[in-house]
């Protein structure tokens, strides 16, 4: 069996900082990369609950029962109340141009977009608060 040499050195020092930097980054990454999918996911089914409302004349009442179903199928996440299926819905009604939301939008964490739709009224003032 080979006899251990190591030694907490200078070196092991610099390489296990380095490693630590590395972690935080990828940590960071990996967060970014979740708001984004979860900020399109949300756009996606507050465009969809606007298109089934306006073409087959769906009432306020689908987003309970959509909010029951889908914390059925999925116990363990949050995210599907009534109250932020209703933020999904604005969210696509503010933002209709999928392509600002997936290139712009997606950057900023889904709190950020429901203060601004709370605070904010109108799309041109929304358009300056998120893109400032």
Sequence with gaps: MPENRFQYTQEYKNWFSELKKRIKT???TAV??????????????GNEIL??????GWGAKV???????LKTAFPDMQGFSPRN??????FAAAWQDFEIVQEV????????????????????????????
């Design 26 to 28: 990828a940590r960071q």
């Design 32 to 45: 970014q990369a979740v708001n984004r999918e979860l900020v399109l996911l949300y756009w996606q089914i």
């Design 51 to 56: 298109v089934r409302q306006e073409q087959a």
């Design 63 to 69: 987003v309970n029962q959509l909010s029951a179903d």
């Design 85 to 90: 299926l209703k933020y999904m819905r604005a």
């Design 105 to 132: 939008l997606a950057q900023l964490p889904w709190y950020h977009h429901l203060t601004l739709l709370d605070k904010v009224s109108g799309r041109e003032e929304r358009v300056e608060q998120e893109t400032a």
